[in-house]
């Protein structure tokens, strides 16, 4: 199986995202999308934007690489009794069948970052959006002291070293990254702007109870933990966390509410 499917497909993200879906119809709020819009959500989970995109009135296609997401993502959708909304499996990296110019908005928050072959997903990117269309990304940043780039930093710490020729998914965290992978894909660079923006998690529970989510249900810090139990590390690994959730939480009477520092990307197509 494809390495990045088989992460994906592991555990249950739908149950890290449940602690998303303010932010992330936040988010598709801010960005001017309009009823009638072609929208593709990339790397969409089971619509924690795409769902909200919907919303508004966008005629939306989620594309997620892990089948377990798009099948929530279609559950969700036929929940929410939305018909202008389907999700299916797709690679961001060879967008395989979807035609060029098609979408006036790509969106992809904390998705497609996530994809190997970096420089194919910013073409594969531009290349469905139609000319004078908008592609909008939501990236983590390498380095930043807030949740995600932490936990991710501190699973790193406990597994093995990548394989030869990995490309970090952080590095689409970096304007200067960024900005060559657009410009290497046909975007006039200034066209293409940044903004630090904001994601709130809000789980119900203590700072512990949040971490087992992640334990249990995030792909990379399933992996961690698997490695770390290896040589003996899985508590530690676990503290580690612990320690990081309780000092950034902001919530109260049980609850965590944990900001989390993010890159927002803006590709104006020409």
């Keep these: 199986m494809n390495p990045n499917k088989a992460l994906w497909e592991r555990g249950d ?31 969409c989970g ?16 989620g594309v997620d690489i892990a089948a377990n997401l798009v099948a929530a993502g279609n559950a969700r959708a ?50 469905v959006t139609r000319p004078g269309g908008t592609i909008i990304m939501g990236n983590w940043i390498p380095g930043d002291p807030t949740l995600v780039a932490q936990i991710l930093k501190t699973s790193a ?14 590095l689409w965290g970096q304007e200067d990254k960024v900005a060559e992978r657009f410009v290497g894909a046909g ?11 904001t994601f709130r998690f809000d789980f119900a529970g203590p700072p512990a109870e949040a971490v087992d989510l992640f334990r249990h249900y995030y792909g990379p ?4 933990f698997d490695a770390a139990a290896k040589d003996g590390r899985e508590e530690a690994l676990h503290d580690e ?12 009477a049980g609850r965590t509410h944990i900001p989390a520092t993010f890159l927002r990307v803006t590709v104006k197509k020409g």
């Design 221 to 224: 810090t399933m992996n961690a």
């Design 78 to 127: 036929i929940a929410e009794g939305l018909s202008n909304i389907r999700f299916q499996e797709g690679d961001a990296s060879d967008l395989a069948g979807i035609e060029d110019g098609r979408f006036d908005w790509v969106v992809s928050v904390f998705g497609a970052m996530f994809a190997p072959r970096p420089d194919d997903v910013a073409k594969e990117m531009v290349r």
């Design 46 to 61: 089971d619509g924690t934007t795409a769902i909200p995109e919907a919303k508004l009135g966008a005629e939306v296609l």
């Design 157 to 170: 710490a406990y597994s093995p070293p990548p394989p030869e020729g990995f490309v970090s998914p952080m």
């Design 13 to 43: 993200f739908t149950r890290i995202a449940k602690g998303m879906r303010d932010s992330g119809a936040a988010f598709v709020g801010s960005l001017g999308i309009k009823r009638g819009d072609e929208v593709m959500d990339l790397g």
């Design 187 to 197: 975007v006039d660079r200034e066209r293409i702007s940044f903004q630090r923006d």
């Design 241 to 252: 966390l612990v320690a990081l959730f309780t000092r950034q939480n902001e919530g109260d």
